[in-house]
């Protein structure tokens, strides 16, 4: 019902920034909250930063100060500003969407993942 797509990713040095995007289209009632997700290399994957409907925004402790989620609602497209990367932010990076249908179903989107690389 929804589809992410994601663009940004690519190898940098480390200290250097990536900003990714994550386009949705398709229609539902509403989009409660966004976020991006990280496979890192032998790290189970985690929630790197989320954005509600209201605009609260969180993020993992090793993002924290260096990392900005936002989001444009009119076009249902959330951003992960990446800044002062680490070699350890290296995985891929997948979009998320979660909210409910026109039918009143939860439901969870995710798009196919962009990769991250940081070069020491």
């Known amino acids: 019902q929804v589809q992410l797509v994601e663009s940004g990713g690519g190898l940098v040095q480390a200290g250097g920034s990536l900003r990714l995007s994550c386009a949705s289209s398709?229609?539902?009632?509403?989009?409660?909250?966004m976020g991006w997700y990280r496979q890192c290399p032998g790290k189970q994957r985690e929630l790197v930063a989320g954005?509600?409907?209201?605009?609260?925004?969180s993020y993992v402790d090793s993002v924290k100060g260096r990392f900005t989620v936002s989001r444009n609602n009119f076009k249902n497209t959330v951003y992960l500003q990446m800044d002062s990367l680490k070699p350890e932010d290296t995985g891929v990076y997948f979009c998320?969407?979660?909210?409910?249908?026109?039918?009143?179903?939860?439901?969870?989107?995710w798009g196919q993942g962009t990769q991250v690389t940081v070069s020491s």
């Open positions: 398709g229609v539902v009632f509403s989009i409660d909250a």
């Open positions: 954005i509600t409907s209201s605009g609260n925004t």
């Open positions: 998320n969407a979660e909210g409910l249908s026109l039918r009143m179903e939860n439901f969870a989107s």
